[in-house]
């Protein structure tokens, strides 16, 4: 549907101009992402992997993480924060972590005043390539369709977070009209 819509010379209008934190958790390696969407294209304005040192304690590396994040978003000023939701799976203990590190990402931008919303990798992967299936290298194909090679980092992490961002300005206005219907 995106690709046909730029190709159609039309903007999709489930796109807002606000900028949005993408965040890929972890604890090792968090991508961070800061999006734009403009004129119904979203384009990176700012991307990085943000990473801890390893062998680092857990707690300490919590705290590096909150205080990147809240860094990310005192430089930048997100209108929102979107954060890729924990898949369980096999290994909980790195469930465990990775869930530790979106608690603290969500604690700053709750702390920010700023939204969070959450999406998961099928969301994500559907938003950018219209399939909830699709491997990295279809993503970042996705992306590159979106944004144009230039704007797509070269790090995974930080790709992904953009991936995640450029999701929530697809899927924003839907969720808001959606908790509207609920409150009716």
Known sequence: ???????????????FDG????????????????VRGQAGRPSVEWARTFRTPPGMAGPERLRLLYRGVR??????????????RLI?????????????A??????AAAEAGIPVEEYAPLEVKMAVTGVGNASKDAVRRGLTLLMGPAGIPT???AADAVAIAVCHLHQ?????????????
């Open 19 to 34: 900028a949005v934190l993408g965040v890929d958790p972890g604890t090792a390696a968090v991508g961070l992402a800061l």
């Open 71 to 84: 860094e990310a978003i005192e430089t930048h000023g997100p209108a929102a924060l979107a954060l890729e």
């Open 172 to 184: 924003w206005r839907l969720r808001r009209m959606a908790r509207q219907v609920v409150r009716a």
């Open 88 to 100: 369980w799976g096999r290994n909980t203990e790195s469930a465990m972590a990775v869930s530790r």
């Open 155 to 157: 790090e995974p992490d």
């Open 1 to 15: 549907m995106i690709a046909r819509a730029i190709a159609g010379g039309y903007a999709p209008e489930h796109m």
């Open 102 to 107: 979106s608690g603290v990402v969500i604690l």
